[in-house]
T-cell receptor, first 121, second 108 residues
């Protein structure tokens, strides 16, 4: 079975930083791109970022571009999201996702349970 | 950015009946459309990808159809465990990958 376990969520003040982590198991991690998706309770899901299998290329939602950095360590089967200059609107549950599909036509195949980030003064 | 619009916002259906969910894209996404089910306190679960292909382990009661800008998820013979929120997502035009706002299905 595929397992994705996130950690690192916390309560942080506006302007602060956090680093989220996701440990993957049950599949060959470095065969896949990986994704972060967030969800504000009661609101729609929002794609945040994607990183290619080798970490060579990353893509971001406009709302986080320049503030968030996605990375991975294939030796540790781990995905990361460095979040800087956090804003109250970044408050959400952040989930690590293994995508399915090909050539960036990716649906969200398997989801972790997520880690909660709260940005408040 | 492709905007995904789901209707209705809430669907009230009786056990054993058929539920139909709609998802509309602001521009063609060909057949690159997925459906997810989310229950309270749980992560979303993939139901359908490529508009009509069922994900692993998803019962045949769940079916998807459509292409271009109009898509439908149909759940027949509704069971109690089916009552949840359903989301659609396009993955043709990216970034960003975009989701609909969700349809909540309630027991009538």
């Amino acid at each position: 079975d595929v397992h994705l376990v996130e950690s690192g969520g916390a309560v942080v003040q506006p302007g602060g930083s956090l680093r989220l982590s996701c440990v993957a198991a049950g599949f060959t991690f470095d065969d896949y791109a990986m994704v972060w998706v967030r969800q504000v309770p009661g609101k729609r899901l929002q794609w945040v970022s994607l990183i290619t299998w080798d970490g060579g290329t990353a893509y971001y939602a406009d709302s986080v571009k320049g503030r968030f950095t996605i990375s991975r360590d294939n030796r540790k089967n781990s995905l990361y999201l460095q979040m800087n200059n956090l804003r109250p609107e970044d408050t959400a549950l952040y989930s690590c996702v293994k995508p399915g599909g090909y050539y960036f036509n990716y649906y969200m195949d398997v989801w972790g349970k997520g880690t909660t980030v709260i940005v408040t003064s | 950015e492709v905007v995904m619009t789901q209707s209705p916002a809430t669907l009230s259906v009786s056990l054993g009946e058929t539920a139909t969910f709609s998802c509309r894209a602001s521009q063609s996404v060909r057949r690159y459309l997925a459906w997810y089910q989310q229950k309270p306190g749980q992560a979303p679960r993939l139901l359908i990808y490529d508009a009509s292909s069922r994900a692993t382990g998803i019962p045949a009661r769940f079916s998807g159809s459509g292409s271009g800008t109009e898509f439908t998820l149909t759940i027949s013979s509704l069971q109690s465990e089916d009552f949840a929120v359903y989301y659609c997502q396009q993955y043709n035009n990216w970034p960003p990958y975009t989701f609909g706002q969700g349809t909540k299905m309630e027991i009538k």
